[in-house]
């Protein structure tokens, strides 16, 4: 609002007169100061009509701060954020009660004088000089408004805040003649709304609506006379009168406003004397802001939904301005947050993960289709104590949004991202690899630069020794073979897997590009649960890739509809890719590493695990046609702890697996969000039988022989094999291999890139089940 001179008023003689003579007063009251009237401006006599003209004649007020509320997507309360814990009330929200006493113990004449009251400062005179020292200020309720809007617009300014409030004649004859614009602007009615809704009640309550739900937990529209006479006390001195400091001292100065409203007619001397005899009768609400006060634990997805806003132009063209936007509040923000599916996230992490564990889950749920982040949530809560296991850190999303560490190596759930590029690139979907135990990758795999060289002589190897190839696509995706990953990145190329999860919205955590090295689609990048749990949706909406969103609407205090990032879809692989992707998925957990996570409800479910050197990072990353679930166990931290002979949720585990501990923690979870939901299945693909011989292979080199070999020539080898069994070993989920049968057979020389934890690979591979 902004307060401008119009035509008529005062002339400038009558404002160089008031000037003069309130000067002389005014100066008087300044505790501590002893001013001359004009002196104190530097305005010689003769001056002194031009110099007050000078003075701005304008105020502008800025948009008073306010709490702003977070709520999910059926609109419930997640936490409700502020600078200043503020709600704007017209004055018919108020209590008349509350206008009575605060015009009473503020400004008993304030119906009666403009915006200076002369006879006010002669009693303030009187009082302070029988006392010898200051006990009563002269400022009106309109100058006390005026003040108040200069320190709302200096905020938490230090330099601003101090020039607002200092102690000279200079600042008090400015906010004279303010108070003369405002009186001349707005109405007595609009100045005491005004001043209700600006004014700070102690305990982090500004406004008489943030002051009333706090001491009472009531609105303002229902305060009593009790309630209104304490309330109103405490405004000269919010510490001093602090009820809950000294209950003694708020007791006497509430009965002092009592005595105030029956001097002044707004109640008999017998309600006065009635009310005196009450307690304070406080129902003191605690100040609950932030996002550490979120409820069903959601306290991460609350952090994320405010550096949705920070880091969005659309509100601020610099992250100051919309900083500046975030403090002013009065914003209500209806999110995309499932509270049934937050629920049972919570519920699948509290039976699997405890918050004092030596390691850590996180799970993210995203929507096929429309990218809204429907859940999310921790093991180790949202808080500041670390004594109790809290933290602030996001373990779900990038680190610019306030994650940890860049992301997590994602191990074999990267896997499918290699397969879907090389689908793309025109791989049969019978496709043999001779998929040794341990492999040396080979010189010249191609990337989008310069081809990739094995100049550290690197090695990968599969989970256990009895997992010797060849392996058909179908087995080695449920037994996640990680030799015949390493074949396929080898044959199709880095550049085209790195374009598809490009395609597909994956980055690395710190939001960079992916790194270029064959052992990527072993999982050695480091990518946020979010990221993945997003481009699994990719596969689940059938190649169509849409960004995450968090936010539906804002409104602002005015009703008004604010922008919003909307998601922003793309095709990033044909329908028929998605779809193989999907049945191949499908068949990880039904019979794959990921059986102990697959959905026992008859829902088309499909999905992933991985497992990163020495069981530092567990992964499940799966879903349905409808939801899309991310589940992280590993360290948060930079030390990270092998997950072997540990206790982690009260169960001890020899090893930790992808389908192991991540796997029951995504089928709870999922189990859990999607209950009453519809059931829609996949559009499968019927995939070939390839004819694989292991016996007759089993004499080549490298076959059953950890020692491994380096395969020569792409296509170099065909063969035509007969029937034979494999013991595919003990994998995540407990399972055997079965009977292969017999095929083609393409050879090929394996490349490969850096890896993890190991080097030359006798530390274990990145990208076990």
Same mark, same amino acid.
């Given at each position: 609002m902004a307060y401008k001179r119009p035509g008529g008023g005062l002339t400038t003689a009558q404002q160089a007169v008031k000037f003069l003579g309130v000067s002389v007063l005014a100066g008087t009251l300044l505790a501590g100061i002893t001013l001359p009237a004009v002196g104190a401006l530097g305005l010689a006599a003769k001056g002194t009509v031009e110099g007050f003209d000078e003075l701005p004649a304008s105020i502008q007020q800025p948009p008073l701060s306010q709490r702003s509320v977070i709520l999910d997507k059926d609109g419930g309360l997640i936490a409700a954020v502020y600078d200043r814990d503020r709600t704007v009330v017209p004055i018919d929200k108020v209590a008349p009660a509350m206008q009575q006493a605060i015009v009473a113990i503020e400004d008993e004449r304030y119906y009666k004088h403009g915006a200076v009251d002369l006879k006010g400062i002669l009693r303030a005179l009187n009082a302070n000089r029988q006392a010898g020292s200051v006990k009563e200020g002269a400022s009106t309720l309109t100058q006390q408004y005026v003040k108040n809007i200069a320190m709302e617009? %200096?905020?938490?300014? @230090?330099?601003?805040?101090?020039?607002?409030?200092?102690?000279?004649?200079?600042?008090?004859?400015?906010? /004279?003649? /303010?108070?003369?614009?405002?009186?001349?602007?707005?109405?007595?009615?609009?100045?005491?709304?005004?001043?209700?809704?600006?004014? =700070? =009640?102690?305990?982090?309550?500004?406004?008489?609506?943030? %002051?009333?739900? $706090?001491?009472?937990?009531? @609105?303002?529209?229902?305060?009593?006379?009790?309630?209104? !006479?304490?309330?109103?006390?405490?405004?000269?001195? @919010?510490?001093? =009168?602090? @009820? /809950?400091?000294?209950?003694?001292?708020?007791? !006497?100065?509430?009965?002092?406003? /009592?005595? $105030?409203?029956?001097?002044?007619?707004?109640?008999?001397? %017998?309600?006065?004397?009635t009310a005196k005899k009450k307690g304070l009768g406080l129902k003191f609400s605690a100040p609950r802001n932030g996002c550490i006060t979120a409820v069903k634990g959601a306290g991460f997805f609350c952090d994320y939904v405010r550096e949705t806003f920070l880091q969005n132009p659309m509100y601020g063209k610099t992250p100051e301005a919309r900083q500046k936007r975030w403090a002013q509040g009065g914003l209500t923000i209806r999110t995309t947050l499932d509270p049934n599916a937050q629920d049972a996230i919570n519920r699948s992490i509290k039976e699997h993960v405890y918050q004092s564990d030596k390691v850590a889950t996180a799970v993210t749920m995203v929507e096929p289709g429309t990218g809204k982040i429907i859940g999310m949530g921790q093991s180790r809560p949202y808080g500041l104590s670390k004594k109790n296991h809290e933290t602030t850190i996001n373990y779900s999303v990038d680190y610019k949004m306030g994650g940890s560490n860049y992301g997590f190596q994602t191990g074999s759930t990267f896997k499918p991202i290699t397969a879907a590029a090389s689908i793309e690139e025109g791989m049969p979907l019978n496709k043999v690899y001779p998929s040794p135990n341990k492999m040396t990758w080979k010189d010249g795999i191609s990337t989008c630069g310069k081809d990739w060289n094995n100049e550290s002589n690197e090695t990968t190897q599969n989970e256990t020794v009895t997992e010797v190839g060849p392996y058909s696509l179908e087995e080695a995706t449920k037994k996640s073979i990680n030799t015949y990953f390493a074949g396929m990145i080898s044959e199709y190329g880095i550049c085209p897997v790195a374009e598809m999860a490009e395609r597909m919205g994956v980055r690395r955590g710190d939001g960079k590009k992916l790194s270029q090295v064959p052992t990527m689609t072993l999982g050695v990048n480091d990518i946020s649960p979010l990221t993945m749990a997003n481009a699994y949706a990719t596969f689940a909406n059938r190649g169509v890739y849409c960004t995450p969103v968090a936010i539906d609407s804002i409104t602002d205090a005015n009703g008004k509809k604010l922008g919003v990032p909307k998601t922003q879809c793309r095709r990033a692989m044909e329908e028929k890719t998605a779809d193989t992707i999907n049945t191949l998925l499908k068949g990880v957990t039904t019979d794959g590493t990921g059986a102990l996570a697959g959905l026992t409800d008859g829902r088309d479910n499909a999905g992933k695990t991985g497992t990163t050197d020495e069981r530092k990072n567990a992964w499940f990353v799966g879903y349905t046609p409808n939801l899309s679930a991310a589940v992280w166990v590993g360290s948060p931290g930079t030390k990270k702890i092998p997950m072997v002979n540990i206790s982690i949720g009260g169960r001890y585990y020899p090893k930790v697996f992808g389908g192991g501990v991540p796997g029951p923690i995504w089928r709870d979870a999922m189990a859990g969000a999607l209950e009453g939901k519809p059931s829609p299945d996949f559009t499968l693909v019927p995939l070939p039988k390839p004819k694989v011989d292991k016996d007759k292979d089993k004499d080549r080199p490298g076959n059953g022989n950890p020692g491994g070999l380096t395969i020569g020539g792409i296509g170099g080898t065909d063969g035509s094999t007969s029937v034979g069994t494999l013991d595919g070993g003990t994998t995540d989920g407990g399972l055997t291999g079965g009977t292969l049968d017999g095929g083609t057979l393409d050879g090929g020389t394996l490349d490969g890139g850096t890896t993890t934890d190991g080097g030359n690979g006798k530390g274990g591979t990145t990208g076990f089940p």
């Open positions: 617009e %200096a905020g938490e300014d @230090p330099a601003k805040l101090a020039e607002a409030t200092k102690q000279t004649l200079g600042r008090k004859i400015k906010e /004279l003649k /303010l108070a003369i614009q405002v009186e001349q602007e707005l109405t007595k009615k609009q100045i005491l709304e005004g001043y209700l809704n600006i004014a =700070f =009640f102690g305990n982090q309550a500004y406004g008489i609506e943030a %002051a009333a739900r $706090r001491y009472y937990s009531k @609105p303002a529209s229902k305060l009593t006379i009790t309630e209104s !006479a304490m309330l109103a006390g405490i405004v000269q001195s @919010p510490s001093e =009168f602090n @009820p /809950l400091a000294d209950d003694e001292q708020a007791l !006497a100065r509430r009965n002092r406003v /009592l005595d $105030r409203m029956a001097k002044n007619h707004y109640i008999t001397a %017998a309600q006065a004397t």
